[in-house]
């Protein structure tokens, strides 16, 4: 199946450091990849689209100021969170459509902690 | 409330039992599907069920669908201890991959 890699798997940083996440597909192309901000045993919650060649689409309430996406290849999606406070702490997950566009294949995730 | 939202269960049972969780969703869909998460990692996709499918099989794996009461259940036969794990359904209103995920459920099958 397709393989989509995310890095880092762990981050320690400083408040108001920035800090960028990588979501990659492995053997497929991804014209659209989506991340999501996951909270200890709470849901998934989607931040925004990443579009390639194209600004991303954010959802209500995410700050895209604050969380900058680049798609700037089929194959790679990047997401920074700029200037991180400990509030933005979470574990954030990326994922992609499969070649038949009906299922998500998610990278391992990232799980961000602020100082 | 959310789409695809799951009864909040923390199903603990015993290998060879099976496991039965429940999704419910408030929108129309185009699909549903079911994943799993082990601790600390991405989600894995186990099953998809389309709104005019009312029944799938995959493996160990039963989901079904009503649309009419806007709920799915995902069965989980012969339990094996490697299925512990948190279990999403998830809704595609539109059918572009933006998902709406439930809450989840978590499930520890004691070996």
């Known amino acids: 199946g397709a393989v989509v890699s995310q890095h880092p798997s762990r981050v320690i940083c400083k408040s108001g450091t920035s800090v960028k996440i990588e979501c990659r597909s492995l053997d497929f192309q991804a014209t659209t990849m989506f991340w999501y901000r996951q909270f200890p045993k709470q849901s998934l919650m989607l931040m925004a689209t990443?579009?390639?060649?194209?600004?991303?689409?954010?959802e209500q309430g995410v700050e895209k100021d604050k969380f900058l996406i680049n798609h700037a290849s089929l194959t790679l999606s990047t997401l920074t969170v700029t200037s991180a406070h400990p509030e933005d702490s979470s574990f954030y997950i990326c994922?992609?459509?499969?070649?038949?566009?009906?299922?998500?294949?998610f990278g391992s995730g990232t799980q961000l902690s602020v100082l | 409330s959310q789409q695809g939202e799951e009864d909040p269960q923390a199903l603990s049972i015993q290998e060879g039992e099976n496991a039965t969780m429940n999704c419910s969703y408030k929108?129309?869909?185009?699909?549903l599907q079911w994943y799993r998460q082990n601790s600390g990692r991405g989600l894995v996709h186990l099953i998809l069920i389309r709104s005019n499918e009312r029944e799938k099989h995959s493996g160990r794996l039963r989901v079904t669908l009503d649309t009419s009461k806007k709920s799915s259940s995902l069965l989980i036969t012969a339990s094996r201890a490697a299925d512990t794990a948190s279990y999403f359904c998830?809704?595609?209103?539109?059918?572009?991959?933006?998902?709406?995920f439930g809450k989840g459920n978590q499930v520890v099958v004691i070996p």
């Open positions: 994922s992609a459509p499969g070649a038949t566009n009906e299922k998500l294949f």
């Open positions: 929108t129309s869909i185009n699909n």
């Open positions: 990443s579009n390639e060649g194209s600004k991303a689409t954010y």
């Open positions: 998830a809704t595609d209103a539109g059918g572009n991959n933006r998902l709406a």
